[in-house]
């Protein structure tokens, strides 16, 4: 079966610093790879996905990016974080045959 | 515009009924529909995906229904335990996109009370 190890589980930016939140896959490969972000009481809301090495689509235009650098890693990253950038990111996979997501356990950004 | 509603924000239930959460959706054609769990802080995990030709789906206390000419569906829990306290999120497959994307409704948060 198919898990995701994400890190860190919190962090603390001050405005203006660099973001990177990694996220690795193990127990499939070729998987699809998603970053999504949820603002308190609030629905997940999809920012990049991932379909293979290199390959990035972005839902959302935004100050953040995302790469793919290996088969089954994910990152996420900021140049100069905003305060709006604060929430609880997830990062997601799914595999070729079973159509759930795997969620990561989340980091939870607070940007001061 | 594309929309999907999850009845509620807050359910509570005494433990032992049914509780019964609704996903209502607009504007989409989804090829299935999907179920997850989140605990508080912690990613939502998969529970129960029911295909657009299939009219319920059944999982131990866990069952699901999907009407496409309602355009919805309904997740119940029977039986309800303290330990179903949890917020329940649907999720639809949106039909472009070769990464079988899936769009969140933002959730119902049932308490079950002892």
């Known amino acids: 079966s198919q898990t995701i190890h994400q890190w860190p589980a919190t962090l603390v930016q001050p405005v203006g610093s660099p973001l990177s939140l990694e996220c690795t896959v193990e127990g499939t490969s070729n998987p699809n790879l998603y970053w999504y972000r949820q603002a308190a009481g609030r629905g997940l809301q999809l920012l990049f996905y991932?379909?293979?090495?290199?390959?990035i689509s972005s839902e959302v235009p935004q100050n953040l990016s995302a790469s793919r650098p290996q088969d089954r890693q994910f990152i996420l990253s900021s140049k100069k974080l905003l305060l709006s950038d604060s929430g609880f990111y997830l990062c997601?996979?799914?595999?070729?045959?079973?159509?759930?997501?795997?969620f990561g356990s989340g980091t939870r950004l607070t940007v001061v | 515009s594309q929309k999907i509603e999850q009845n509620s924000e807050a359910l509570n239930i005494q433990e032992g009924k049914t509780a019964t959460l609704t996903c209502n959706y607009t504007?989409?054609?989804?090829?299935?529909l999907q179920w997850y769990r989140q605990d508080p802080g912690r990613g939502p995990v998969f529970l129960l995906l029911?295909?657009?030709?299939?009219k319920e789906k059944r999982k131990e206390r866990l069952k699901v229904t999907f009407d496409t000419t309602l355009k919805q569906s309904l997740f119940h829990i029977t039986a309800s335990q303290p330990a179903d306290s949890a917020t329940y999120l649907c999720a639809l497959r949106i039909s472009s996109g070769s990464a079988r994307q899936l769009t969140f409704g933002s959730g119902t948060q049932l308490t079950v009370l002892p």
């Open positions: 029911i295909r657009e030709n299939e």
């Open positions: 504007n989409y054609s989804p090829a299935y």
């Open positions: 991932s379909v293979g090495i290199g390959q």
């Open positions: 997601a996979c799914q595999g070729q045959s079973f159509y759930g997501y795997t």
